[in-house]
C-alpha cells in the first residue's frame, strides 16, 4: 500500500521555468491538499480539493495553480517559478473529515 | 484566521526523562481537531496523536498523552520515557473542516 506518492522529490528550476508537483493517493480518499514548509514556520495550506471537481484556495495560494485530476490525482503547478518558492513541498489526503491527514514524502524544490 | 503557537523553538531531555511540549490556538470554533505530528530528518510526518475538541478526555497513545485545556485554548504534548528515537521536530496542529493550521514546530533532542 503506497499511500500517498509525490513526484519528482527533488528539483531545481530557474527563475521563470514552470513545473507540475504531482501527486497521487490509493487509498481512495475524497481530499487533497498541498502544503508548503519553509523553515521556522511550520506547513503552511496553498490549496486544497474537498472532492474530485473541486478546488479552493488555502493560506498562500498566490503563484499557484492546481488540478484534480481525478479522484487519485491533485497536481501543483507553478507557472513561472521565483526564488521566494524554494521550499519543501507536501501532498496529504484524508478520507473523511475528523480523520488525520495522511501525507506525502514531500518534494525540495529549489529556484535559482 | 486561526493561528497556532509552539513557543519552544527548541527543548532537549535526558533519556527515559519526561518532557512536555506547549502548544497554543486562537480560534473561535467550537467543534475542531487538534494534532501533534513527528517530522525526524527523514522528513516524513508522522501523526503522533490527535484530539477531538468535542471531547474532554485527554488523549493518550502509549509514552505519548496531551493536556487539552479547551477554554484556555492549550494543548500540550507529554512525552514520557524518552527514547533517543523521539528526537525529531514536532508539529502542532488545529483543522476545521478543510482549514488545517501547523505551529512553526518545536526541536526535540534527546541527550544519552
Known amino acids: 500500500n503506497a499511500g500517498v506518492t509525490q513526484t519528482p522529490k527533488f528539483q531545481v528550476l530557474k527563475t521563470g521555468q514552470s513545473m507540475t508537483l504531482q501527486c497521487a493517493q490509493d487509498?481512495?480518499?475524497?481530499?487533497m491538499y498541498w502544503y508548503r514548509q519553509d523553515p521556522g514556520m511550520g506547513l503552511r495550506l496553498i490549496y486544497y480539493?474537498?472532492?474530485?471537481?473541486?478546488?479552493d484556495k488555502g493560506e498562500v495560494p498566490n503563484g499557484y495553480n492546481v488540478s484534480r485530476l481525478n479522484k487519485r490525482e491533485f497536481s501543483l503547478r507553478l507557472e513561472s517559478a521565483a526564488p521566494s518558492q524554494t521550499s519543501v513541498y507536501f501532498c496529504?489526503?484524508?478520507?473523511?473529515?475528523?480523520?488525520?491527514?495522511?501525507f506525502g514524502d514531500g518534494t525540495r524544490l529549489s529556484i535559482l | 484566521a486561526q493561528t497556532v503557537t509552539q513557543s519552544q523553538p527548541e527543548m532537549s531531555v535526558q533519556e527515559a526523562e519526561t518532557v512536555t511540549l506547549s502548544c497554543t490556538y486562537d480560534?473561535?470554533?467550537?467543534?475542531?481537531?487538534l494534532f501533534w505530528y513527528k517530522q525526524p530528518p527523514s522528513r516524513q510526518m508522522i501523526l503522533v496523536i490527535r484530539?477531538?475538541?468535542?471531547?474532554?478526555q485527554n488523549a493518550t497513545e502509549n509514552r505519548f498523552s496531551v493536556n487539552f485545556q479547551k477554554a484556555a485554548k492549550s494543548f500540550s504534548l507529554k512525552i514520557s520515557d524518552s527514547q533517543l528515537g523521539d528526537a525529531a521536530m514536532y508539529f502542532c496542529?488545529?483543522?476545521?473542516?478543510?482549514?488545517?493550521?501547523f505551529g512553526a514546530g518545536t526541536r526535540l533532542t534527546v541527550k544519552p
Open positions: 480560534t473561535s470554533e467550537s467543534d475542531y481537531y
Open positions: 487509498m481512495n480518499h475524497n481530499s
Open positions: 496542529a488545529y483543522r476545521v473542516l478543510n482549514d488545517m493550521r
Open positions: 496529504a489526503s484524508i478520507g473523511v473529515i475528523y480523520q488525520p491527514q495522511h
Open positions: 480539493s474537498a472532492s474530485e471537481g473541486t478546488t
Open positions: 484530539q477531538e475538541a468535542y471531547k474532554q
